[in-house]
């Protein structure tokens, strides 16, 4: 079992940046891919970022330019870099890891107002 714990969250204004990072605990041995999505509401939730432990890196298009994803192999830590935040990036933030399973955080909030 792996356990993901999420910090970073909050409440901004658009234009502002945020950086949100996620913690891995258990049996972390077994991680491939680590990650961000997001689930704003009455929506699906969607892949926002992902990083593969040989260090390629997906972006969703909408984010492209203004996220970075970054991962910490050695601390079984990933990040999300958020810059020029928009409204429409309001949502919960997830941290995914796959490896021999697919986990996911409690999530954080991520409120942007215009």
């Known amino acids: 079992q792996v356990q993901l714990v999420e910090s970073g969250g909050g409440l901004v204004q658009a234009g502002d940046s945020l950086r949100l990072s996620c913690g891995a605990s258990?049996?972390?041995?077994?991680?491939?891919?680590m990650g961000w999505y997001r689930q704003a509401p009455g929506k699906q939730r969607e892949l926002v970022a992902v990083s593969s432990s040989g260090g390629s890196t997906t972006y969703a298009d909408s984010v492209k330019g203004r996220f970075t994803i970054s991962r910490d192999n050695a601390r079984n830590r990933v990040y999300l870099q958020m810059n020029n935040l928009k409204p429409e990036d309001t949502a919960v933030y997830y941290c995914?890891?796959?490896?021999?399973?697919?986990?996911w955080g409690q999530g954080t909030q991520v409120t942007v107002s215009s």
């Open positions: 258990g049996s972390t041995f077994s991680i491939n891919t």
């Open positions: 995914n890891a796959k490896g021999y399973g697919n986990y």
